[in-house]
């Protein structure tokens, strides 16, 4: 936990579940069950930014059991969702859900490993105005020269959980020794998006923390 369990307590409850009674039963029963969707703060923070933003090409790396996808289609109904999932069990929960929410002609799900699918699209030319990140968090430096690669000039990235519940703070030699490669992975991952002069970047403390970044320009190297 990021803030004090006190302001936690009394910030929690301003935050709102999903709108439509489907999707906010599905939010409330993945929560029940301990699922991997994001939490209510960065869940209403995303439906806020994305009113701002209002982008029509979304990107999502990491579909678990699409209850993101599916927010993000309840909030901009005409945008173009893609999103990836590499494991069965998520695929099939997440196909289900959508057949459920009635939006599965709504959503692209591609199969398979987002390492292996983001150069297929950037190969066959596709861009979008928003990528929104929350998978393997040892793969986020892995994935970001693709999502770059793929993320228009004037959009925006979101990465979930990208604090490590807090320790990212922590000394390499002060971590477990099975959670290093993670850290050292995640932690490398912030300084080159912190550090990236194309990018308008800020971690925000809600959630496991939420970073955001503006593409404000294209790297002369990707050109």
Same mark, same amino acid.
């Given at each position: 936990?990021?803030?004090?369990?006190?302001?936690?307590?009394?910030?929690?409850?301003?935050?709102?579940?999903?709108?439509?009674?489907?999707?906010?039963?599905?939010?409330?029963?993945?929560?029940?069950?301990?699922?991997?969707?994001?939490?209510?703060?960065?869940?209403?923070?995303?439906?806020?930014?994305?009113?701002?933003?209002?982008?029509?090409?979304?990107?999502?790396?990491?579909?678990?059991?699409?209850?993101?996808?599916?927010?993000?289609?309840?909030?901009?109904?005409?945008?173009?969702?893609?999103?990836? @999932?590499?494991? #069965?069990?998520?695929?099939?929960?997440?196909?289900? /859900?959508?057949? %459920? *929410?009635? $939006?599965? +002609?709504?959503?692209?799900?591609?199969?398979?490993?987002?390492?292996?699918?983001?150069?297929?699209?950037?190969?066959?030319?596709?861009?979008?105005?928003?990528?929104?990140?929350?998978?393997?968090?040892?793969?986020?430096?892995?994935?970001?020269?693709?999502?770059?690669?793929?993320?228009?000039?004037?959009?925006?990235?979101?990465?979930?959980?990208?604090?490590?519940?807090?320790?990212?703070?922590?000394?390499?030699?002060?971590?477990?020794?099975?959670?290093?490669?993670?850290?050292?992975?995640?932690? @490398?991952?912030? #300084?080159?998006?912190?550090?990236?002069?194309?990018? /308008?970047?800020? %971690? *925000?403390? $809600?959630? +496991?923390?939420?970073?955001?970044?503006?593409?404000?320009?294209?790297?002369?190297?990707?050109?």
């Amino acid at each position: 936990m990021l803030v004090k369990p006190h302001v936690f307590e009394f910030l929690d409850g301003y935050a709102k579940f999903a709108q439509g009674d489907a999707l906010r039963n599905l939010q409330i029963k993945a929560y029940k069950d301990v699922l991997p969707i994001i939490s209510r703060e960065v869940s209403g923070f995303l439906t806020l930014l994305l009113k701002m933003n209002k982008p029509s090409r979304i990107l999502e790396i990491g579909c678990a059991v699409g209850f993101s996808a599916a927010l993000f289609n309840e909030v901009l109904p005409d945008a173009q969702i893609t999103t990836i @999932e590499r494991f #069965d069990p998520m695929i099939m929960k997440a196909k289900e /859900n959508f057949k %459920i *929410l009635g $939006i599965a +002609d709504k959503i692209r799900l591609l199969e398979g490993d987002a390492i292996d699918i983001m150069p297929k699209l950037a190969q066959d030319g596709e861009k979008f105005d928003f990528v929104f990140m929350d998978c393997a968090k040892g793969q986020y430096i892995r994935f970001l020269p693709y999502i770059l690669r793929l993320l228009e000039v004037g959009g925006v990235m979101c990465v979930d959980d990208c604090l490590q519940k807090g320790t990212l703070h922590r000394k390499l030699e002060d971590v477990p020794r099975r959670q290093r490669t993670t850290h050292r992975n995640l932690k @490398e991952f912030l #300084d080159v998006v912190m550090a990236d002069k194309c990018l /308008n970047s800020m %971690i *925000l403390p $809600i959630g +496991d923390g939420l970073l955001v970044s503006l593409k404000e320009r294209e790297d002369e190297a990707d050109r």
